[in-house]
Structure formats: structure tokens, C-alpha cells
């Protein structure tokens, strides 16, 4: 799908250091395709919830799953409005100054309303956020069947609106800082898979598939994952 702009409004724009603001889908949509796992909130008798979870994106659709007895899952499947966050850290920011110390990120602010979906479109949305942990997994796993199909639900979050902030770079420090004897600069973060372990309960000798090697192939995903 071709970038465009979210309105930027007093909802999602970004008032604290606004450089580092994006609205547009590629920027946007680039960092939740870094990843898999989000922090949804809502709220519910006037007290906030926030609920780590894992998420699979399609066009202007995320989708989320869980137990069907989810409180959250259930709440949010009235339409209520939920703030949805993605946060990806690139590098520990070491300045001279406590001050001026800081983080590379790139992380998302998504504002939007979910609905719960079933049929074709549950499993849609089900393929999705495996795919987005695991590519390939879909089709190498056994597919749900219908009891565990009824334990899930499956919603779909519509993006109303969304902002993206990015911070890259060396430290920023005040001008006088900059002779002091004090090393400064960025601590690069890395994440990625290690050696995948065989399940000992396996009973029979298989071949990696064709999802891990990828995963674990330093090449193919080497932007994959991040904090
Ligand atoms: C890994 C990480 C660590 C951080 N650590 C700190 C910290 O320790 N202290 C600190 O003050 N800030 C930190 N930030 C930045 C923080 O997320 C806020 O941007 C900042 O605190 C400004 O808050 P505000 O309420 O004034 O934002 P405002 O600029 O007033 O926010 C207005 C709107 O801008 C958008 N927005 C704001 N922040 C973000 C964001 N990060 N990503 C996407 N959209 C955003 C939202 O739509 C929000 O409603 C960190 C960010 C990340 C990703």
C-alpha cells in the first residue's frame, strides 16, 4: 500500500521534541513489522489496564488474540478506545552528562478501536500474528481445530490514528561537557535467536524447518527483532 500520512492532531502529535515525530504509514508500519509483541491499554470503571501481547499486522489492521475469557480482550471488543505501544530499542545513549543520557528507539503509538471477528477472518487474523512471530510457522504447524478455535478470540484493531518516534544518533551534550575526561558515545543493543533447542518429548529425529532456519540465519533477519 502506497505511504500516507496520518492527520497529525492534538492526540498524536508529538509536542516533546517534535523532530522526532513520523506520521506516515512506511515509517509507522516499518517499526510494527520490526515486531511482535505490544503493550495494549484501555480503560475499564475509570482505572487504566496495560496488557503485554503479541500482535500480527494487516494493512491498516492489527490483529490480537487470546483466551476467550480475556477481561481485556473482552472489554475491548465493546469498541471502547484503546491506545496500543510498540517500542523497539536500538542503543543505550551514554553522554557526559546524566542529563543528556538517553536511548536510540524507534516506537509507535497506535489510537484505535478493536471489534471481534470469526469465521474466515479469525483465522486470518490467527495466521497473521503467527507470521508475524514466525514466518513460515503457519504452514508448517497443525492449524486450530474447532474447540480450540472457540477457547481464542481473535480481534481486529482498526488504526484511527497512530504516531511514530525515532531517536538516532550520538549523545547531545551541553557545549562546556564536551572536554571533560568522560567517555561518551552509543551502546548498541542486539537481539536475535540462539541455537534452536529440540523439544526432548519429540519422538522422532526431524529436520530444522524451514521458519527456524531462517530465524536463526544471521542474514535473513538480521533487522528482525529488537528489544
Ligand atoms: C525506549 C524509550 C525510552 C524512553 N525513555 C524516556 C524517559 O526515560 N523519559 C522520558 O521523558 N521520555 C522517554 N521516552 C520518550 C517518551 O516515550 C515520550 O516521547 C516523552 O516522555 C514525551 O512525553 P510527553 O507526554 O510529553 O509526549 P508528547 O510529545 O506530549 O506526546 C504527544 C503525543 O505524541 C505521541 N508520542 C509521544 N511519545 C511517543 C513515542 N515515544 N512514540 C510514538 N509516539 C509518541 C503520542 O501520540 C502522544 O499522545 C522514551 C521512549 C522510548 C521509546
Redesign the pocket.
Known amino acids: 500500500m502506497a505511504d500516507r500520512i496520518f492527520p497529525k492532531s492534538a492526540?498524536?502529535?508529538?509536542?516533546?521534541?517534535?523532530k522526532?515525530?513520523h506520521y506516515d504509514t512506511d515509517t509507522i508500519f516499518g517499526i510494527l513489522d520490526n515486531h511482535f509483541l505490544c503493550h495494549v491499554s484501555t480503560v475499564h470503571d475509570g482505572q487504566p489496564y496495560v496488557i503485554p501481547t503479541a500482535y500480527g499486522r494487516d494493512g491498516d489492521t492489527l490483529y490480537l488474540h487470546g483466551s476467550s475469557k480475556s477481561r481485556m480482550l473482552e472489554w475491548l471488543a465493546d469498541g471502547r478506545p484503546l491506545c496500543l505501544?510498540v517500542?523497539?530499542?536500538d542503543s543505550l545513549v551514554l553522554a557526559r552528562s546524566v542529563f543528556h543520557s538517553?536511548?536510540n528507539?524507534?516506537?509507535?503509538?497506535i489510537?484505535g478501536h478493536a471489534r471481534r471477528v470469526e469465521g474466515d477472518e479469525k483465522m486470518h487474523g490467527l495466521l497473521r500474528i503467527t507470521e508475524q512471530i514466525i514466518a513460515g510457522r503457519w504452514a508448517e504447524a497443525r492449524s486450530p481445530n474447532d474447540l480450540e478455535l472457540k477457547a481464542t478470540a481473535v480481534l481486529a484493531v482498526t488504526i484511527d490514528t497512530?504516531?511514530?518516534?525515532v531517536?538516532t544518533g550520538p549523545p547531545a551534550d551541553d557545549p562546556e561537557d564536551y572536554a571533560l575526561p568522560i567517555w561518551a558515545g552509543v551502546l548498541p543493543v542486539r537481539q536475535g535467536y540462539d541455537e534452536p533447542v529440540p523439544d526432548p518429548a519429540m519422538t522422532q529425529s526431524l529436520p530444522l524447518p524451514q521458519s527456524v532456519v531462517q530465524q536463526t540465519n544471521p542474514d535473513t533477519h538480521a533487522d528482525r527483532i529488537s528489544l
Open positions: 492526540q498524536n502529535t508529538v509536542t516533546r521534541l517534535p522526532r515525530g505501544v517500542t523497539l530499542l538517553s536511548m528507539y524507534r516506537s509507535v503509538v489510537y497512530a504516531s511514530a518516534k531517536r
